[in-house]
């Protein structure tokens, strides 16, 4: 309702010309200056006009509020704004402080470093520049030793061996070093020289009675030192001190030993490895080693008269057995295979040498297979009465081998192999001297046996490059042996070097295969950079520029190129190749000196040299051999003529970590040279000297008091001068 509407209750004579602003309508009802009284209001009126007045001030204090928050909202929102805006100046100006305190910081520490560094710098280059400087002089002194005494033997200034490696002041610097390193140190020191150790000083007897140094004792290496071999009393004395610690022990070719050493070995119940390889011995002897070892995980009894009762007590009394050689044993019969299958090893068993057991039937070929169903390795070499049949019986029950030999084995075929593609373990086989395994069967085993990892294929005449191509399929194979698999081509070779296990072969086997070339050569250079042993023997088409591809391999350590056709050339090649430590070039009929000079001047750290049947080299290629590699430890220098006492100087002045050499053939030596081997090659300790008419039986003696194997004959050389 509108509140004029009231004007219509006052009259018109009363009714003001013009309504005050400064007053409502209470006052113009209520103006008791004026007089004025409007007693002809109704209560109703009154209290509408006062909730209007009301209602108006309610309205006006309402928006002086709301102003008022509005306006404090808007001073509240600047002075957060304006708070803002000083925490980030001051952070701002906080890092800012900080960031030029850091870099100043950064800046000293810099300098600090670059200082430290250059100063680590300065040391590490005086203290490199001293080790070079000692080296190198080490090395000139050496080298001029060597000229001195090369020039003096020239000039026939010869040395008297009394006066060579005059004895200094004894030092014991051994005595002086930590306990760990001394039996490091007395660990590759022989029985024979161990127990003359002891005796030195109360020093060299502390460090040698460790139980570390008795863990592994091999007596074999008596036999050949003593003439009646290992006897009882050393074998006694050596068990007495190592009894406690002794956990392999070897006594290969030891035949002269009595029950009181097996008796005192039967003493060591921590053994684990027990070698009786070529020994002599009853049931008694082994039953009573066997009663007293119980923990015996490794036996090789091979080549000895093992019978079917030392089987029987075998297969009782080692429970936790794993290893059994029974090569070449040939007085036990299918009845110890029997006890063998059904004894308390049998479950344990996991490796097992048959080799050269032609008097095995198929009986005990099923017994093995029946009960030792836990068999990872079999071999079976040198069987030569072996049908498939045989065969069948013990290999269908190995699923589980891993481990397969079959060499020497000429009746077997593809329905022995046919069972050894269900193998799907299987990664390391060994197939020789067999031709009538065919492609069929390689490529059955290479499809189901994926694991495959060496395999060796020698003497296998039917195995052709279809072979090969099944081998390409292999993921994981390291090693390729495929010598005298003469139809074998570089096409076959070059399928296996593109597949997957190209890049992953470390050794391949060529030898004799006639129908590869260079071109294979190219292909491994490209595809197989890790390939370490390399044998290409008696392959014709074998080239100097094929050779110039191997020189640039990187992991190649050993090449073996006998019978090739190379020449000095394809030497120098091979010679670019650093890493190289094993060189085979014998019966290269065009190799000279000047050959040998190229190839040794590369090859500082050469450690196998092969150059029988060179027939052009002379004592000049030995007297640059010896100069050059001076950590040579074999050499075969058979079949070369040219050679004299001259060389044996050379190498005696230059060689003296040679370990093994081969003059057979050499007719011009004579006994002078063994002067010359003791004086510089006092490590030597295999030599052949086959065919040398002018040394003599008692020098040859006096040789073999020294070294382990001296062979030496008399007869005249064979114009085809091939004894190996």
Not at 321 to 348: E, I, V
């Amino acid at each position: 309702m509108n509140p004029n509407t009231l004007d219509r209750f006052i009259p018109e004579e009363l009714r003001p010309k013009k309504k005050s602003t400064l007053g409502g309508d209470v006052d113009f009802f209520f103006d008791f200056e004026s007089g004025f009284m409007a007693d002809d209001l109704s209560e109703e009126q009154v209290e509408y006009a006062m909730n209007m007045f009301n209602n108006g001030i309610v309205r006006r204090c309402f928006r002086g509020w709301k102003r008022f928050l509005i306006e404090k909202r808007i001073i509240v929102a600047e002075e957060k704004r304006l708070a803002r805006r000083a925490d980030a100046l001051l952070r701002k100006t906080t890092l800012r402080h900080f960031y030029k305190t850091w870099c100043a910081w950064r800046t000293i520490r810099e300098k600090r470093r670059r200082q430290a560094e250059e100063l680590i710098s300065r040391v590490a280059e005086k203290v490199r520049q001293g080790i070079v400087f000692k080296a190198w002089r080490s090395d000139t002194l050496e080298a001029r030793k060597t000229k001195e005494y090369f020039a003096k033997m020239e000039k026939g200034e010869f040395e008297d061996e009394e006066s060579w490696g005059e004895a200094t002041d004894a030092e014991d610097n051994v005595s002086v070093l930590p306990l760990r390193a001394a039996v490091n140190i007395f660990s590759h020191v022989t029985l024979l020289d161990m127990v003359r150790c002891e005796v030195v000083c109360r020093t060299w007897r502390m460090i040698v009675s460790n139980g570390q140094l008795w863990t592994k004792v091999n007596m074999s290496s008596l036999n050949s030192k003593f003439e009646n071999g290992c006897s009882d009393g050393m074998v006694n004395s050596v068990m007495n001190k190592c009894r406690p610690f002794l956990v392999h022990l070897n006594l290969r070719g030891s035949k002269k030993l009595s029950i009181e050493s097996y008796i005192s070995i039967s003493f060591c119940q921590n053994l684990q490895d027990l070698n009786l390889s070529q020994c002599v011995f009853d049931e008694e002897m082994l039953s009573t080693v066997l009663d007293g070892c119980r923990m015996l995980l490794y036996l090789n009894v091979s080549s000895t008269k093992i019978n079917d009762n030392c089987l029987r007590s075998l297969s009782n009394s080692c429970q936790v057995l794993q290893y059994l050689n029974l090569s070449f044993c040939r007085a036990f019969t299918d009845k110890g295979l029997q006890y063998l299958a059904t004894g308390k090893c049998a479950s344990k068993l996991r490796h097992l040498d048959l080799s050269g057991c032609n008097q095995v039937t198929v009986e005990g070929f099923q017994a093995v297979g029946d009960g030792c169903y836990n068999l990872h390795s079999l071999f079976l070499n040198n069987l030569l009465e072996v049908r498939n049949q045989d065969a069948k019986r013990l290999i269908s029950n190995g699923k589980k081998f891993r481990t397969l030999s079959i060499s020497g084995s000429p009746f077997l075929g593809d329905q022995v192999m046919t069972h050894i593609s269900g193998m799907n373990y299987l990664t390391w086989l060994r197939i020789e001297g067999n031709d009538r395994i065919s492609d069929t069967s390689i490529k059955t085993i290479t499809k189901n046996c994926s694991e495959l990892q060496q395999i060796y294929l020698i003497d296998c005449p039917r195995i052709t490059d279809a072979s090969l191509r099944g081998m390409s399929l292999l993921k994981s194979l390291s090693v390729l042996n495929l010598a005298d698999c003469i139809r074998v081509s570089d096409a076959g070779l070059r399928a296996v070097l593109e597949g997957p296990s190209g890049v992953k072969l470390r050794e391949l086997n060529m030898a004799n295969c006639v129908r590869v070339s260079d071109v294979s050569l190219q292909r491994i250079a490209q595809r197989s950079q890790a390939l370490a042993y390399a044998t290409f023997a008696y392959c014709s088409h074998i080239t100097d520029a094929g050779l110039e591809l191997l020189g640039s391999m990187p992991n190649l350590t050993a090449v073996d190129l006998t019978g090739c056709c190379i020449q000095d050339a394809g030497l120098e090649t091979i010679g670019k190749n650093p890493r190289l430590r094993e060189v085979y070039v014998g019966e290269c009929q065009d190799i000279s000196d000047l050959g040998v000079q190229k190839l040794v001047n590369q090859l500082k750290k050469l450690e196998v040299l092969d150059v029988s049947q060179c027939k052009n080299l002379t004592d000049n290629a030995v007297k640059i051999l010896a100069f050059c590699c001076r950590f040579l430890v074999k050499l075969n220098l058979a079949g070369c003529f040219q050679i004299s006492d001259t060389s044996i100087q050379y190498l005696s002045g230059g060689c003296h970590y040679l370990h093994e050499l081969d003059l057979s053939g050499c007719v011009d030596l004579n006994d002078k040279m063994v002067k010359f081997l003791k004086k510089g090659c006092k490590r030597l300790d295999r030599l052949h000297l086959r065919y040398c008419k002018n040394i003599s039986k008692e020098t040859v003696r006096r040789l073999q008091k020294d070294m382990s194997v001296v062979i030496h004959s008399t007869d005249d050389p064979s114009v085809e001068f091939t004894y190996y």
